[in-house]
């Protein structure tokens, strides 16, 4: 994606990569200040934050300003530009998306084949679905099992079309699932060290992926990756207390890595791995 008016300057950043196993896209993080881009065009949807600052665009007809915490969309094949607003430029995040994602995840969302979702509005300040897109780059930036990048994606973008689209989509009814809740948290249960995937669990369940983590959330308080992670601390918790090594144990519960471990152990349970262990 060639579409920059000049190099990056001192205090400017861009990294950009795939995330191939939710689908065709592609994620941006960047800081600008200088830094501009030429009108171009995407095949796809572009989605993203302003993390801070702003940016001034140019989009159907137009100048734009979208401050910090705002959330922009370009429809597929729409031109614009990109720069930052004032001299302190801007931090954002990107999504850009094949737009038979979307497609899927509005069809996910209402149990209906729909068309893809059209944005009339190029931003529109929603501080919790910003927040939510936010924390879905950031997952698909790190070491998230693929439960829950795939879990984010379709959560996420469901509630961004159903909210903002020129053609608001309904949620379809919940039932009884808890039986059908019941046999998934069974199933995570029994393979918490597996990196099992949104696919997998919605097949055993026999709902749309969008419903299953509907249901389970509404049943038991977390969406199905939560609930592995949480089954998994507990399992690591009583390995701590039968004095294994923690590397091991990172790894025997699924985590791949001492560090993201870690991570995850201190941040269910307040105390690192080691402090567990030396305490009980």
């Given at each position: 994606m060639d579409c920059h008016n000049n190099p990056l300057n001192r205090g400017e950043f861009?990294?950009?990569w795939r995330a191939d196993d939710i689908g065709d896209i592609e994620l941006l993080h960047a800081q600008y200040l200088t830094y501009s881009f030429a009108r171009h065009t995407h095949e796809g949807a572009?989605?993203?934050?302003?993390?801070?600052?702003?940016?001034?665009?140019?989009y159907r007809g137009a100048i734009h300003t979208a401050p910090v915490g705002q959330i922009i969309v370009f429809n597929p094949n729409e031109a614009h530009t990109g720069q930052g607003a004032d001299i302190r430029g801007w931090?954002?995040?990107?999504?850009?998306?094949?737009?038979?994602?979307?497609?899927?995840?509005?069809?996910?969302?209402?149990?209906q084949r729909r068309d893809v979702p059209f944005f009339p509005h190029p931003t529109f300040n929603d501080p919790d679905l910003a927040g939510i897109l936010r924390n879905l780059h950031i997952s698909l930036e790190g070491a998230a099992?693929?439960?829950?990048?795939?879990s984010k994606f379709i959560w996420t973008f469901a509630h961004l079309a159903s909210r903002h689209a020129d053609d608001p989509s309904t949620e379809r009814t919940?039932?009884?699932?808890r039986s059908i809740v019941k046999l998934v948290r069974e199933y995570l249960g029994d393979h918490f060290a597996q990196n099992v995937t949104?696919?997998?669990?919605a097949i055993l369940s026999g709902l749309s992926s969008y419903h299953l983590i509907r249901v389970f959330r509404e049943e038991t308080g977390l969406p199905p990756h939560a609930y592995q992670s949480q089954v998994r601390i507990n399992r690591a918790k009583r390995m701590l207390r039968q004095r294994k090594a923690i590397s091991a144990v990172a790894i025997?519960?699924?985590?791949?890595d001492q560090s993201h471990f870690t991570r995850h152990f201190k941040r269910m349970t307040g105390v690192t791995p080691g402090q567990y262990q030396q305490a009980v």
């Open positions: 861009a990294r950009i572009a989605v993203g934050i302003i993390e801070d600052g702003a940016e001034s665009f140019y931090r954002f995040r990107m999504f850009y998306l094949d737009s038979i994602l979307l497609q899927r995840a509005v069809a996910e969302f209402t149990g099992t693929a439960l829950e990048r795939q919940v039932g009884n699932e949104l696919n997998e669990i025997e519960t699924g985590f791949g």
